[in-house]
Nanobody
Framework: VQLVESGGGLVQPGGSLRLSCAAS????????MSWYRQAPGKERDVVAG????????DYADSGKGRFTISRDNAENTVYLQMNSLKPEDTAVYYC????????WGQGTQVTVSS
């Protein structure tokens, strides 16, 4: 099982990033997917989630109106489009797959700074 995040980096406040998470080793289309983030010294918190068929999404208050989660089951990939980024969005972002078990990626660093 592998979840490989990409797309992180350094961006100025107000900028955008699109994170990707490529999955392999399990039946991706049967798993709900989520993005979490963890800032230094803080707990890992959920950012957004999407059901296995992509029909329903949910967002933490921190990302509502700015972040969009989506998935492509044909490509075994989940995305997180992040717009209007703020310095407080700085964190390591993790991809999570959940069915009866949890799988985690290694994370990708997002830094929002001028």
């Amino acid at each position: 099982v592998q979840l490989v995040e990409s797309g992180g980096g350094l961006v100025q406040p107000g900028g955008s990033l699109r994170l990707s998470c490529a999955a392999s080793g399990f039946t991706f289309s049967r798993y709900s997917m989520s993005w979490y983030r963890q800032a230094p010294g803080k707990e890992r918190d959920v950012v957004a989630g999407i059901t296995s068929d992509g029909g329903s999404t949910d967002y933490a208050d921190s990302g509502k109106g700015r972040f969009t989660i989506s998935r492509d089951n044909a490509e075994n990939t989940v995305y997180l489009q992040m717009n209007s980024l703020k310095p407080e969005d700085t964190a390591v972002y993790y991809c999570n797959a959940w069915n009866t078990v949890n799988y985690w990626g290694q994370g990708t660093q997002v830094t929002v700074s001028s």
